[in-house]
């Protein structure tokens, strides 16, 4: 969903830098120059995790990247695709598609590295799930709408207009994110839970759904909360268990996953030699506490060190 969404707000953007000039072009090629970033999913494949959660998100989604590919890519347009728009116009075209895919991606719970190579710390508000029909409607008329317009005008008109509702539709989501914050906040005060850390994350699929997590000396307790819903959802504890963990404390594989989930991560046995790591910005696979988590790593420790996503 995120790679469509990423497809249609790039197209838009073609279509404002060389809509005028090329047309329909500008669209298509604005849309596919704004997956480029995407293309780290397929190198991700052909490593194990950690690597692969990391090679996500990484290094084609840096300002770097996109700065030093939208120069190839400009040339390459320019040459093969249509030469009566200067080569500068073209690579200012996939810079800012480019860019997009970025922004975008940042405003998810996996977040992206904009700093690559510099620094691995990643960007992530956290606003939007990674299926959100609603933030793909505006820039899903905005495509259709430049795409089917004959007058530049117009299609400069439907663009603005798709990614003004988009704006205006992530400004909600961030002012709605901190809204439930607050109210989860203070429900914990209610209960007496003393924490150290708390922090939303969106529900996949749900608009007005979060999956709230406060940390504590023991683990995070966890609930589901909705600013539009009158029940209010169990806070559960889940154990953080990272003694299971202490013999590979150095282990670098463990660090790094360790990270990837920002430490919001619980361990439990699965046998003799392995253990379930769940990342719990994720939250379960439903709202019943019994729920299996929607995100789990298996850690096998019975000879070499192996992690696998469950």
Not at 34 to 63: C, K, M, Q
Not at 104 to 110: A, E, M, P, Q, V
Not at 250 to 273: C, F, L
Not at 286 to 302: C, N
Request: net charge neutral; proline share 3%.
């Amino acid at each position: 969903m995120n790679i469509i969404s990423c497809f249609v707000f790039a197209a838009a953007i073609g279509s404002l830098i060389a809509g005028k000039k090329i047309g329909n072009k500008a669209i298509l090629f604005g849309g596919l120059c704004g997956l480029i970033p995407a293309t780290d999913w397929l190198v991700s494949l052909l490593f194990n995790v950690p690597i692969s959660e990391n090679i996500r998100g990484g290094v084609t989604h840096s300002f770097v990247f996109c700065l030093l590919f939208a120069p190839v890519l400009g040339w390459a347009l320019h040459k093969y695709v249509d030469r009566t728009c200067s080569f500068l116009r073209w690579a200012n075209l996939a810079l800012w598609c480019m860019v997009s895919h970025c922004l975008y991606d940042s405003l998810t719970i996996d977040g992206v590295a904009f700093l690559e190579p510099f620094s691995h710390h990643r960007f992530a508000l956290s606003v939007l799930s990674n299926v959100d029909i609603i933030g793909l409607i505006p820039l899903a008329v905005a495509f259709v709408g430049a795409l089917i317009l004959k007058d530049w005008h117009h299609k400069v008109m439907i663009s603005w207009f798709g990614g003004f509702l988009f704006v205006l539709y992530v400004s909600f989501t961030f002012l709605n994110k901190l809204s439930v914050h607050s109210q989860f906040e203070q429900s914990l005060d209610e209960k007496d839970i003393r924490y150290s850390r708390v922090d939303v994350y969106p529900v996949s699929g749900s608009l007005f759904l979060w999956n709230c997590i406060a940390q504590d000396r023991d683990g995070f307790w966890m609930g589901y909360r909705s600013n539009l819903s009158k029940n209010d959802f169990d806070i559960n504890l889940v154990l953080r268990n990272d003694y299971y963990l202490f013999e590979l404390e150095d282990n670098q594989k463990i660090k790094q996953i360790e990270a990837y989930t920002r430490y919001y991560y619980g361990v439990e046995p699965k046998s003799s030699h392995s253990v379930l790591l769940h990342d719990l910005r994720y939250g379960k696979d439903g709202l019943k506490s019994d729920a299996p988590f929607a995100r789990t790593y298996e850690i096998d420790f019975s000879s070499e060190l192996v992690i696998e996503r469950k």
